[in-house]
């Protein structure tokens, strides 16, 4: 089969590789759609990921598909079905996943090969992780269940209610996904942008303020002000991934209010805080990482409802064999005033002439 595969700092080339098997309690899935990731884009950019990826892997994380090839000892799916398996599942039996922090489980085992025709979901996502399609959803929007699964893990471990206002840094794919998912759950949500651009798809995906950086002399100052009595936000997401953004977020939030440091700025990076703004304005500062079995379930569970604006997260499409040329685009940002992409889906397709041969077997049977 055809696969991307990771070979060293922006060297990501399609090729041709041995089609997955499955093993006792494990899938074999058809990929039906994957879709572009910021982390992915991290990853090819640094060549490694220290937990997910590491040189000569298949690439990719985010995808939904058809099932082909059934593990023994599997009861709970059958070939045919329609499923989105996460990338990761925690052991369950670890200090961490005791205490309810499965995204930090010793042992969270993670799975990639989304830009390929068949991948290999392991025993363990399979029975924590993996979840069957409504016949009607589409692959391609079932596969925004990962990323928007560690949104709700952030919104979460954030204390977000409905009525309480929340400033958003950023409007990157993750940024937007934390503005609509808050909106929908009924925040008010005042989005933080760099881009003209980035103003409008701010609130077609529900912020009711944005404000724009460069359009103001301070803003921190013009954030607070847009904020009730000005006087900051409950909760800051900061979706930058900058030590700038850090500390900015930090300081448009109220006193008592929380700081979810979501964005992870390369390692190494260190910021700076006021001690005396952190202790007198009692402030709390979290940062999310990942997601867990229940918040998986949470993000598909709002995809299915139909109040997620699904279609308009995926601003482009591709083959398997543009993937390579897709991260290498993606690595510039377009000018000023034209609109990035937010997410471009990857459609491997049925492959003409090479069907997994447990799924043919079937099918020849079943004919």
């Not at 041709?16 to 006792?24: K, Q, S």
């Amino acid at each position: 089969m055809k696969a991307a595969v990771l070979h060293a700092r922006e060297d990501l080339r399609v090729e041709r590789v041995p089609v997955p098997t499955a093993g006792p309690g494990e899938l074999v899935l058809r990929v039906d759609a994957a879709l572009t990731c910021g982390t992915d884009l991290k990853v090819f950019r640094r060549g490694y990921h220290a937990k997910m990826l590491t040189l000569n892997r298949l690439f990719g994380h985010e995808l939904a598909g058809t099932v082909v090839e059934v593990g023994e000892g599997v009861t709970a799916f059958a070939l045919g079905d329609r499923v989105v398996p996460l990338n990761s599942a925690p052991c369950d039996a670890c200090f961490f996943c005791r205490q309810g922090q499965q995204n930090l489980c010793d042992d969270l085992l993670f799975n990639n090969g989304a830009y390929a025709e068949f991948i290999g979901i392991p025993a363990r996502i399979v029975e924590k992780n993996t979840l069957k399609l409504p016949a009607v959803m589409p692959f391609e929007h079932a596969a925004l269940t990962e990323p928007l699964a560690c949104v709700m893990r952030g919104l979460e471990e954030s204390q977000a209610k409905a009525g309480q206002t929340v400033i958003v840094l950023g409007a990157g794919p993750i940024g937007l996904l934390f503005i609509h998912a808050a909106s929908l759950e009924g925040l008010h949500v005042i989005a933080v942008v760099k881009r003209s651009d980035q103003v409008g798809t701010a609130k077609r995906f529900g912020a009711q303020q944005v404000l724009r950086i460069g359009d103001v002399a301070d803003p921190i100052a013009a954030a607070r002000a847009l904020t009730p009595e000005g006087r900051g936000a409950d909760i800051v997401i900061e979706a930058v991934a900058t030590p700038e953004a850090w500390q900015w977020a930090v300081q448009m939030a109220r006193k008592g209010g929380l700081i979810n440091l979501f964005g992870g700025p390369p390692a190494g990076t260190t910021v700076q805080f006021d001690t005396n703004l952190l202790h007198y304005s009692d402030l709390t500062l979290k940062a999310s990482f990942h997601h867990t079995p229940s918040t998986a379930r949470a993000a598909f569970d709002l995809l299915c409802s139909g109040r997620f604006q699904c279609q308009d997260f995926l601003t482009g499409t591709a083959t398997l064999d543009e993937v390579p040329e897709v991260f290498t685009r993606m690595l510039v940002r377009p000018a000023e005033g034209i609109v990035p992409e937010i997410k471009t889906a990857i459609f491997p397709g049925r492959p003409a002439n090479e069907l997994h041969p447990a799924f043919a077997a079937a099918e020849k049977v079943s004919a």
